[in-house]
Nanobody, 127 residues
């Protein structure tokens, strides 16, 4: 199985910065796209930023030029650097990854690709 463990959430001030980290662990062969989503009560979860395995990035319009997504493929980690925070950035942030896993059954390797989610980390932006 695969676990995505997030860290770095908490309270940030308007105009300030926070850094979110997400580490994947388990029987991982490779990781494709990785991303961060956020959700506020009563609204759908929305994409904040995503990064492909070759480093191509995309951002929601609301966070462009303020947030930066990066990844460390050797450590199976994705980072979200959030600068110039606004109160409207307050949400639960979720890490997401497309992971290919492997299993050795009687000396035969079996592979499976699935999408995984972290447990979520609260980000609150308030003075």
């Amino acid at each position: 199985q695969v676990q995505l463990v997030e860290s770095g959430g908490g309270l940030g001030q308007p105009g300030g910065s926070l850094r979110l980290s997400c580490a994947a662990s388990g029987s991982i062969l490779s990781i494709g796209d990785m991303g961060w989503y956020r959700q506020v009560p009563g609204k759908q979860r929305e994409l904040v930023a995503a990064i492909s395995s070759d480093g191509t990035t995309q951002y929601a319009d609301a966070v462009k030029s303020r947030f930066t997504i990066s990844r460390d493929n050797a450590k199976n980690t994705v980072i979200l650097q959030m600068n110039s925070l606004k109160p409207e950035d307050t949400a639960v942030y979720y890490c997401n990854a497309d992971v290919t896993t492997y299993r050795d059954i009687d000396d035969v390797f079996h592979f499976n690709t699935s999408q995984y989610w972290g447990q979520g980390t609260q980000v609150t932006v308030s003075a």
